[in-house]
């Protein structure tokens, strides 16, 4: 006895006197309806738990940005008072400086005097207590002008003294202000922010540790302080690159240079060349990644180093 095979047949009955409609449904459209039903059910089922995977993603990447934000917001504030410290201690600088002035002016003097066999001792305002008594037409003998001359290099040892403790107190200074990052290593245009951004090699979005710096080929990029070279090498990713310790845990990072200039451990100086502008690495084209790190972690330079405007 022959199969019978399966058939179906949908009619639709409108409410008005319009003709009823029938649809004739053999085993086959019934079998595509059937897998085309299961199919649905399967794609709404996968866009749909894609969606909730993309939407947790979502919440997860603005939660991670909340924090970066915070983070960051904290960053500025210590970094500003660590820019208002740097402000006091050029302050203090020029303050010493107007008094170094003042003394060698004083010195200068005081040598002029201890040269000048024919001076009067009232013409310095100086010894005018040490000369009170003498002759209103300001002659000493012998004795006495000895005696003024040993109060005038006691005095000149004194005054070199206080000299020399101010200049090294100087250079201390300095040198604490010129291990602050301030300079611009290489002058260009920004082409690429601190922080997240696409990611210029492929699809979603990517960390940005530092700032890119467009450059012509083979510029001279310049230290931004004074620091001790800690690596100076290929960097995975970052092609050529140099890194300089500063003080206070702070480091700055150059990145894809076509060649570098110093070796680890070498002392550098606030704008000397270190390297030359290139596209080693993981790079769209020449340009430098200029980093900064506080403490091992990344910070914005622009948050550190003046702009360039300012700089000018």
Do not use: C
């Not at 053999?26 to 079998?31: E, G, L, R, T």
């Not at 794609?43 to 919440?59: A, E, H, M, P």
């Not at 690429?192 to 990029?221: C, L, M, Q, V």
């Amino acid at each position: 006895m022959k199969k019978k095979k399966d058939s179906m047949t949908i009619m639709i009955v409108p409410h008005s006197d319009k003709k009823t409609l029938s649809f004739f449904l053999d085993s086959k459209k019934i079998s595509i309806v059937k897998y085309g039903v299961i199919f649905s059910l399967f794609l709404i089922l996968f866009l749909t738990f894609n969606l909730i995977r993309y939407i947790n993603l979502i919440k997860s990447e603005n939660y991670k940005l909340l924090q970066e934000n915070q983070n960051y917001k904290e960053m500025e504030h210590k970094i500003k008072e660590y820019n208002q410290q740097k402000k006091q201690l050029e302050d203090k600088i020029n303050e010493v400086e107007k008094k170094l002035s003042k003394i060698e002016e004083l010195e200068g003097k005081l040598n002029q005097v201890l040269k000048d066999n024919t001076f009067k001792i009232q013409d310095y305002g100086l010894l005018q207590q040490k000369t009170t008594g003498l002759s209103s037409r300001g002659d000493i003998n012998r004795g006495e002008l000895l005696l003024v001359l040993n109060d005038l290099n006691e005095k000149l040892a004194e005054k070199e003294k206080n000299l020399k403790n101010l200049s090294e107190a100087l250079m201390e200074l300095k040198e604490r202000v010129d291990s602050i990052p301030g300079l611009w290593p290489v002058q260009g245009e920004i082409t690429s922010y601190f922080g997240y951004r696409k990611n210029p090699f492929g699809r979603g979005r990517e960390f940005h540790d530092g700032i890119d710096i467009s450059a012509a080929y083979g510029t001279k990029i310049k230290a931004a302080a004074n620091g001790v070279v800690i690596f100076a090498g290929y960097k995975a990713g970052y092609g050529y690159t140099v890194i300089i310790n500063h003080n206070n845990g702070i480091q700055t990072m150059y990145s894809h240079a076509s060649k570098i200039l110093v070796r680890k451990g070498q002392k550098v100086l606030k704008g000397q060349d270190i390297a030359a502008v290139g596209s080693t690495g993981r790079s769209t084209g020449a340009h430098l990644h200029f980093s900064l790190l506080h403490n091992g972690r990344f910070i914005d330079p622009l948050t550190y180093i003046k702009k360039q405007s300012d700089q000018d």
